[in-house]
């Protein structure tokens, strides 16, 4: 399906209050304690790289079912956005400007983290 750009921007706070909900069920899910949950235990005993294997996992499952004809569960692409988030937000450190991408300005301030896009033009 063709999507233009307003199509995206108005269906965006939808796709955001998604992976929210899922974020949320997911941390009470998978709480190990009021601060942290069994994702940073893994992540403490194995490294932050085995969160991209989860995310291929379910990428994997979603062109399985394609390929099968059957009915992707729309809940998949929320829990790839949400680790997505987690991989990002234990790498951060790691990060350099140039490998946050040109796009994406400063977090505060006025740039993504603010609601502001941060887009450079």
Do not use: H
Request: aromatic share 10%; charged share 25%.
């Amino acid at each position: 399906m063709n999507t233009s750009l307003a199509q995206k921007k108005a269906r965006w706070p939808d796709f955001v209050a998604a992976c929210q909900a899922q974020w949320e069920c997911g941390g009470t899910r998978y709480a190990l304690s009021a601060d942290k949950e069994f994702t940073d235990l893994v992540c403490e005993a194995a490294g932050n790289q085995w969160v991209g294997g989860v995310i291929i996992k379910y990428c994997g499952e979603v062109i399985n079912l394609r390929r099968a004809g059957e009915p992707v569960p729309e809940v998949n692409f929320f829990k790839i956005a949400v680790y997505a988030f987690l991989w990002w937000l234990k790498e951060q450190d790691a990060l350099t400007q140039r490998d946050k991408g040109e796009e994406v300005g400063p977090l505060g301030g006025g740039g993504a983290g603010d609601g502001e896009q941060g887009c450079q033009k």
